[in-house]
T-cell receptor, first 113, second 112 residues
Framework: EAQVTQNPRYLITVTGKKLTVTCSQN?????MSWYRQDPGLGLRQIYY???????DKGDVPEGYKVSRKEKRNFPLILESPSPNQTSLYFC????????????FGPGTRLTVT | KQEVTQIPAALSVPEGENLVLNCSFT??????LQWFRQDPGKGLTSLLL?????REQTSGRLNASLDKSSGRSTLYIAASQPGDSATYLC???????????FGKGTTLSVSS
């Protein structure tokens, strides 16, 4: 089944404790990205990757890192999480940039206390 | 900067009604427009993708139209069912094609 998977689905952590949210797709897609969803603010892009080893900032990249060492994986790293990073996170992928349909993962609900 | 607005923010209808959800965007330079469905606490399910050169797309009881020049899209749901209850999100690609810009959604409730 073609899909985008994320792990973990739920995470509660404390301020400053480094964490990684994994994202993997099995559709051989070139493009991957991360979004966060917050009440009243909607979905906003954090980072994106056009292909392996190429990543760039989205609208809200502060406090996040990403890497794209393999085509299928695009982990989101929070080096020192803070409470304002409490949010619902989504990974997405598509065949390429531009006009292609984007597919979203099931989401990771992160709480930072 | 591209802005996407969805009206209404919430909508309640009885089962069987036909309904229209609206989406407007400020910059007509888009690659495509995508409608998603989101159930509470769940991920986004893609419903319809309309390329910038297209006027509409249909899937089952759903029909989405795009008027790029006026910056508008509508999602038409025919014969609504309680299972259609969810939040519907409209998103347009930015000029570079590197991101989707989302509206805040319309939360639909269909009562039986």
């Amino acid at each position: 089944e073609a899909q985008v998977t994320q792990n973990p689905r739920y995470l509660i952590t404390v301020t400053g404790k480094k964490l990684t949210v994994t994202c993997s797709q099995n559709m051989n897609h070139e493009y991957m990205s991360w979004y966060r969803q917050d009440p009243g603010l909607g979905l906003r892009q954090i980072y994106y990757s056009m292909n392996v080893e190429v990543t760039d900032k989205g609208d809200v990249p502060e406090g996040y890192k990403v890497s794209r060492k393999e085509k299928r994986n695009f982990p989101l790293i929070l080096e020192s999480p803070s409470p304002n990073q409490t949010s619902l996170y989504f990974c997405a992928s598509s065949r390429n940039l531009g006009s292609y349909e984007q597919y979203f993962g099931p989401g990771t609900r992160l709480t930072v206390t | 900067k591209q802005e996407v607005t969805q009206i209404p923010a919430a909508l309640s209808v009885p089962e069987g009604e036909n309904l229209v959800l609206n989406c407007s965007f400020t910059d007509s330079a888009i690659y495509n427009l995508q409608w998603f469905r989101q159930d509470p606490g769940k991920g986004l399910t893609s419903l319809l993708l309309i390329q910038s050169s297209q006027r509409e797309q249909t899937s089952g009881r759903l029909n989405a139209s795009l008027d790029k020049s006026s910056g508008r899209s509508t999602l038409y749901i025919a014969a609504s069912q309680p299972g259609d209850s969810a939040t519907y999100l409209c998103a347009v690609s930015n000029q570079a094609g590197t991101a989707l810009i989302f509206g805040k959604g319309t939360t639909l409730s269909v009562s039986s």
